[in-house]
């Protein structure tokens, strides 16, 4: 049934109306926006009656990105955001005098290359070092293990450990990076639809034939199982050492609703193996050099290079529609701005349910949406510390990037347990953590002494059974410290400030619905085309000339750019405009 909040109902999710809505949008677009006319001649002729071809709501790095294709496109566009500052939840921000922290996203690994090469982000700055180790697991007995960036040193570490796993690692590993590279195309281009008739379907259908050439029926049953499948029950079957099942668990399931033994968390192991960074590498984790902010500051820079007027502390109150199409915004303080075309940045309940007239939507599309699963099951706790953690165990010769992260979770056992806890609305006594000390790799983020300890707080409830919040703001963050200390008993009495980021700041500071790091929960029934919601994958929306370009829409969340590149090339097909860049053209 569906539960009051906000005076919004939460409904399971419904299939909007079946009317192949996208096909009837990519008509009706066609003929507001003149794509029977020749090349774009309608578009500019009809733009000299907007102040904007363009208006992208929110400077998260998806509306950034969206933005800088567009400017570079040649459309007029604004990007209005409600914060002081651009980024959202990719940022870095000072959390004491001097001392700066990627206070939300803090490892970059998706980031999509081609977005990185087509803006020439390295030349506003970008630089992103390779973590190594990948990631790092502590273990309450002291052993540490590393995942090293280097394939083989990895091998050798879980030899140590057990040499039928090592042995395992290699087949496992080489299997999983061939299935993800199926999967990778699908990034940067829209899914196929499900609702599509004549020659568009069978364009889409030979386009995913084309990117499955090859694949055998035994890698169609293990992409099967690792789209529906649990972590938990895969690493069961393959690796017999608990602590190597671990080090699996600590790079997955992170910002999902779900115990590492519900269906559909297997998903991350492909996921996290899409090729990123500068140099496409397979599995690529990164520290971003000025913290993650680094990457919307070079976006940001990159889209006003091509023309684009970036407004902050301007927070849209409405999307204004007329006769079921889009006409610009309006502004909390009362200035309306108007565009021929409206992208979306929120996450899709922000938009739908808050930003557009309810009488603007389809009842059952409106329904669908609310239906979206938020409810973001995390926190995040950032530290200014007087000395870096001294974790037990860590060898005496481990390099400061080796000392600069190191994940918190005991077991599978222990995670699961964790979120059973949260997901009945209460904030598990012991927490699952991961850790990054990013002064080690980063001497810009605080003053010689100081060091910034970022950590993620995995499985904590958005609904709270009893109190509130505001209430248990502390306690969380007393919690996250007990908890590393631990394993690093200095901590507790070197810190020098924290800032305790609850699920309700996540939504009431970063704009996030419910908290969900990701516009929606990365489950398979909210994937693919499937998302936001089945029918409208592929960026468009009920109301013409409105888009929806952010985390919310396909691929997801994550600090990837793919949405927002993605929205901005439907946009521009739909307006007709060629760019050399469309994976599509
Ligand atoms: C704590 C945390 C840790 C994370 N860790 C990682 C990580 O390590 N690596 C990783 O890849 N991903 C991570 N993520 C996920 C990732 O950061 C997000 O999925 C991604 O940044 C979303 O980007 P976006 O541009 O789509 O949306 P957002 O970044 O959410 O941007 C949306 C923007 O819209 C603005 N906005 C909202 N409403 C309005 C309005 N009415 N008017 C104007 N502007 C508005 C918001 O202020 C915001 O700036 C993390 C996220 C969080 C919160």
Not at 209 to 229: D, M, V, W, Y
């Amino acid at each position: 049934m569906g539960k009051e909040k906000d005076g919004v109902a939460h409904y399971p999710l419904v299939i909007p109306s079946r009317r192949q809505p996208q096909a009837r949008a990519r008509e009706e677009s066609a003929f507001v926006f003149g794509w029977r006319s020749a090349s774009g001649l309608r578009l500019n002729a009809m733009s000299r009656s907007y102040q904007f071809d363009a208006i992208v709501i929110g400077a998260g790095h998806n509306g950034l990105t969206a933005a800088a294709y567009l400017g570079g496109a040649g459309l007029s566009t604004l990007v209005l955001e409600r914060r002081e500052i651009v980024g959202g939840c990719c940022v870095t921000e000072e959390i004491a005098p001097g001392c700066r922290a990627s206070t939300t996203s803090y490892i970059a690994s998706m980031l999509r290359p081609e977005v990185i090469r087509d803006l020439q982000l390295a030349s506003y700055g970008l630089r992103m070092v390779p973590c190594d180790p990948a990631l790092q697991v502590p273990f309450p007995d002291g052993q540490v293990i590393p995942w090293w960036a280097d394939r083989e040193r990895t091998i050798n570490e879980l030899r140590k450990i057990s040499s039928k796993d090592a042995q395992t690692f290699v087949r496992v590993d080489d299997q999983l990076k061939k299935l993800a590279r199926y999967l990778q195309p699908f990034f940067l281009e829209p899914p196929p639809e499900i609702e599509m008739d004549g020659i568009h379907s069978w364009w889409n259908l030979l386009r995913v034939g084309k990117r499955f050439r090859g694949i055998t029926n035994t890698e169609i049953a293990q992409l099967i199982s690792f789209l529906t499948g649990s972590l938990g029950d895969f690493l069961d079957r393959n690796y017999e050492s608990e602590k190597i099942k671990t080090l699996f668990l600590a790079n997955n399931v992170y910002g999902k609703h779900g115990g590492p033994y519900d269906p559909g968390t297997a998903l991350g192991l492909l996921f996290h193996l899409l090729s990123g960074g500068e140099h496409e590498l397979q599995g690529f984790y990164g520290h971003v050099i000025g913290g993650m902010g680094a990457i919307t500051q070079a976006l940001a820079a990159a889209a006003r290079k091509r023309g684009v007027e970036i407004r902050t502390s301007a927070p849209v109150a409405r999307i204004d529609v007329r006769d079921g199409r889009v006409r610009g915004v309006v502004l909390e303080d009362g200035t309306e701005i108007s565009a021929r075309v409206v992208l979306s940045n929120t996450d899709p309940k922000r938009t739908f349910l808050g930003l557009v007239d309810k009488n603007e939507l389809p009842e059952d599309f409106r329904r669908a949406v609310s239906g979206i699963k938020m409810n973001g099951p995390c926190a995040k706790v950032n530290m200014v510390l007087a000395e870096e953690p001294k974790i037990n165990g860590m060898p005496r010769d481990a390099s400061p990037a080796q000392r600069a992260l190191f994940t918190l979770v005991p077991s599978l056992e222990f995670a699961e347990r964790c979120y059973d806890i949260a997901k009945f609305g209460d904030i598990p006594e012991e927490l699952w953590v991961d850790c990054v000390v990013a002064s080690n790799v980063d001497d810009t983020l605080a003053p010689k002494g100081r060091h910034i300890m970022t950590c993620f707080v995995q499985y904590v409830p958005y609904f709270l059974r009893s109190g509130t919040w505001d209430e248990n703001r502390e306690l969380l963050g007393d919690r996250v410290i007990k908890k590393i200390a631990e394993y690093a008993p200095n901590v507790p009495r070197a810190v020098v400030a924290r800032q305790v980021l609850t699920p309700l700041d996540l939504e009431r500071i970063y704009g996030l619905t419910e908290g969900n790091i990701f516009h929606g929960d990365l489950t398979l029934e909210q994937l693919f085309f499937m998302r936001p919601v089945p029918g409208w994958s592929q960026y468009r929306t009920p109301i013409l000339g409105l888009y929806l370009c952010g985390a919310g829409a396909h691929p997801g969340g994550g600090v990837t750019s793919a949405p927002g590149h993605n929205a901005a090339f439907q946009v521009l097909r739909d307006l007709r405009r060629h760019h050399p860049k469309d994976p599509r053209a």
